[in-house]
C-alpha cells in the first residue's frame, strides 16, 4: 500500500513536469506560456492535496529521488531531442530561432534543459550498472548539444559555470589545470559577449535604465508588476537626457523583462528583498552542511544553475523553473521540515492550511482558465470583424480580467477598430496603470487624435518615439498629425526624419514609409512654390 501510493506521487509529479514543459494550445492568446502555467497550477493544486493527505494520515511520505532523477532527465532529453529536430528542419518551429522546443524562444528552451542537466549527475553518483551510465552519457551529451545549438548565452555561460564548479572541485591537487579552467570560462563569457554584441549591449541599457528606476525606490522597491508598470517610461527618459543619436537608440526595443532575475527582485521589493534572498541563501547553505549528501549536492547544483541564469535572461517566466527550484530546496531543507512535522498540533495546522489554499487556489484558477479560454476564443472573433459578437464578450471578461494589462490592451485596440473612442481610451489608460509599452502608446495617440485632441495625441507618439527610437511608426503618425494641423514646418521635419533615418531592420514597410514621405515632401515643396 505504501508503495502504491508513492507511485501515484511520482505519477503526479510527472504529469506536473510534463505540463510545465510541453503543454501548448492554440486556444489561448498566448499559446505557449500561459497553458502551461495553468495546467501546471491545477496538476500542482492536486499535488499538493494528495501529499498533505498522505503525510496527515500517515504522518510522512517517501520520495524516491531516483525515480525522480530518472522523471527529470527522461522529460528533458525529450525537450532536447524535439529541439534538435527542429533544428535540423524534421519539426516545424513557429518561431524566427531554429530551436525553441515546445516555447516560444531559446530562453525557456534552454533555461529547463540547464535546469534538468545536473540530475544526470545524480544518476551517474547514483548507481554503479554500466548500461546506466551509458544512457546518463548519451542524454547528457544530446541535452548539452542542444543547449549549445539553442545560441543562448544565458544557456551556455550556465552550462560552462556548472561544468566548472564540478571538474574544480575534483582538480584538488592541479593548481595549473584548475587555472586554465577558470580562464577558460572567463574567456567563455567575454566570447558570449561578442557572439551578439549589440543585444549584449542593449540589455547593458535596460540595467542601467533599471538602475535609475531603483534610485527612486532603493529600500522598499516599487511593488510588484513595476517593470511592466514603469520601466519604459525611465527607458524613454534616458533618450531625451542623452538623445536619439545616443549610442544605444538603435539598439533599444520594446522591452518586457530586465533579463536579470535579481534585478527585478530589486525593482520590486528593493534592497530589502534582495536581503530577505541573501538571509535565505544563507539558510540553504547551513541546512546543506548540517547533512550533505548526493541528492543534496545535485540540488544545490541545479539551484546554482538557475542563479546563474537568472544573471542574463528570465527563467522564472516559466513554470518548470518554479518545480525545480522548489524540489531542490526541499531536498536541501529536509531535515528542519521533518523535525517541524513531528509536532501534531504544526502538522495538522500546516496541512488544514495547504487543504484550505489549494481549494480555493484550484477554484480561481478554473475561473481564470475559463476566462483565458474565453479570450482566445473571442479574439479570434475580431479577426473576421465579428465585433458585434465580440464586444459584449469583452465587457463581460472585463471583470475578471481587469488587471490584466494584455487584455485591456486587446479589449482598446477592438474598440478603437470598432471606433468606440472614448470607452476605448477609458479602457487604454486603464492598462496604462498596469503596462507601460511603446505600442500601448501608439494606441493612446491614436483615440486622442481621433477624438481631435491634438496636443495629447502629438504627447503619446512623442512618448512611443522616445520608447524605441530606432521605431519608424511615431514619426509617421506625427508626420499626419501635423499635417491635419495644417503645421507645415513640423510635418515638413517629420517627413525628413523618417527620410534620414536609418533602418535597424530593412523591410518592406519601412521602404515604403520612406518613399510616401519623399513624395508628401516634393508635394509640399510644389504648394509653397506655387504661394
Same mark, same amino acid.
Given at each position: ?40 497550477? %491545477? ?136 587555472? %586554465?579552467? =577558470?580562464?577558460?570560462?572567463? &574567456? ?106 548526493? /541528492? ?41 521540515? @521533518? ?14 492550511? &495547504? ?40 465587457? @463581460? ?14 479589449? &482598446?485596440?477592438?474598440?478603437? /477598430? ?27 495617440? @491614436? ?27 511615431? =514619426?509617421?503618425?506625427? %508626420? ?25 531592420? *530593412? ?8 518613399? /510616401? ?5 516634393? *508635394? ?8
Amino acid at each position: 500500500m505504501a508503495r502504491l501510493r508513492d507511485y501515484i506521487g511520482l505519477l503526479i509529479f510527472s504529469i506536473l513536469c510534463v505540463s510545465a514543459l510541453f503543454m501548448q494550445s492554440h486556444s489561448f492568446t498566448d499559446s505557449y506560456i500561459v497553458p502551461k502555467w495553468l495546467i501546471t497550477l %491545477f496538476v500542482f493544486g492536486g499535488f499538493v492535496l494528495y501529499c498533505t493527505i498522505a503525510i496527515w494520515f500517515t504522518n510522512s511520505i517517501k520520495v524516491n529521488m531516483f525515480l525522480v532523477g530518472i522523471v527529470l532527465i527522461a522529460i528533458c532529453f525529450l525537450q532536447a531531442v524535439l529541439g534538435l529536430l527542429q533544428y535540423f528542419t524534421v519539426c516545424y518551429s513557429p518561431s524566427i530561432y531554429k530551436i525553441t522546443g515546445s516555447f516560444d524562444n531559446p530562453a525557456g528552451f534552454s533555461a529547463c534543459l540547464c535546469i534538468g542537466l545536473p540530475f544526470i549527475a545524480f544518476l551517474l553518483l547514483k548507481d554503479n550498472k554500466r548500461y546506466i551510465h551509458l544512457i546518463g552519457w548519451i542524454m547528457g551529451i544530446i541535452i548539452i548539444v542542444a543547449i549549445i545549438l539553442s545560441y543562448s548565452r544565458a544557456g551556455i555561460i550556465s552550462l560552462a559555470t556548472i561544468s566548472t564548479i564540478f571538474l574544480y572541485q575534483r582538480l584538488i591537487h592541479r593548481r595549473m589545470l584548475r587555472f %586554465f579552467l =577558470l580562464a577558460g570560462l572567463v &574567456a567563455l563569457i567575454l566570447g558570449c559577449y561578442w557572439m551578439k554584441k549589440d543585444s549584449a549591449d542593449g540589455r547593458l541599457l535596460i540595467w542601467q535604465s533599471c538602475i535609475n528606476m531603483v534610485k527612486d525606490s532603493p529600500w522598499m522597491g516599487h511593488g510588484l508588476g513595476s517593470f511592466e508598470a514603469h520601466y519604459m517610461d525611465y527607458q524613454a527618459e534616458y533618450f531625451r537626457i542623452y538623445g536619439q543619436q545616443n549610442r544605444y537608440a538603435m539598439l533599444a526595443d520594446n522591452v518586457k523583462h530586465p533579463f536579470n532575475e535579481y534585478m527585478g527582485i530589486l525593482l520590486n521589493f528593493g534592497i530589502i528583498g534582495l536581503l530577505i534572498l541573501c538571509a535565505f541563501i544563507f539558510l540553504l547553505i547551513y541546512c546543506y552542511k548540517l547533512n550533505s549528501t548526493i /541528492e543534496k549536492k545535485i540540488a544545490l547544483y541545479t539551484l546554482i544553475s538557475i542563479g546563474i541564469f537568472s544573471l542574463f535572461s528570465y527563467p522564472f517566466t516559466y513554470p518548470f523553473t518554479w518545480i525545480i527550484t522548489f524540489l531542490s530546496v526541499l531536498i536541501i531543507i529536509r531535515e528542519p521540515i @521533518e523535525v517541524f512535522f513531528t509536532v501534531s498540533w504544526r502538522k495538522n495546522i500546516a496541512c488544514a492550511f &495547504a487543504i484550505v489554499c489549494s481549494m480555493i487556489g484550484i477554484y480561481k484558477l478554473v475561473e481564470r482558465t475559463q476566462a483565458e479560454l474565453e479570450w482566445g476564443r473571442i479574439s479570434k472573433l475580431t479577426f473576421s470583424d465579428s465585433y458585434n459578437e465580440a464586444l459584449p464578450a469583452y465587457e @463581460e471578461l472585463e471583470k475578471v480580467l481587469v488587471d490584466d494589462p494584455y487584455f485591456l490592451y486587446n479589449y &482598446a485596440a477592438v474598440l478603437l /477598430e470598432k471606433k468606440q473612442y472614448n470607452k476605448s481610451l477609458e479602457i487604454a489608460l486603464q492598462c496604462r496603470k498596469y503596462w507601460a509599452d511603446y505600442d500601448l502608446e501608439l494606441v493612446i495617440g @491614436e483615440i486622442y487624435q481621433q477624438l481631435n485632441k491634438l496636443k495629447l495625441a502629438e504627447k503619446y507618439y512623442n512618448s512611443a518615439s522616445m520608447m524605441c527610437p530606432s521605431r519608424f511608426l511615431p =514619426l509617421y503618425k506625427l %508626420f499626419y498629425l501635423y499635417k491635419t494641423n495644417g503645421e507645415k514646418e513640423r510635418s515638413l521635419a517629420m517627413a525628413e526624419a523618417v527620410i534620414s533615418k536609418p533602418m535597424k531592420i *530593412k523591410t518592406t514597410t519601412i521602404r515604403m514609409m520612406k518613399r /510616401e514621405m519623399e513624395r508628401e515632401i516634393q *508635394k509640399m515643396n510644389m504648394s509653397i512654390k506655387l504661394e
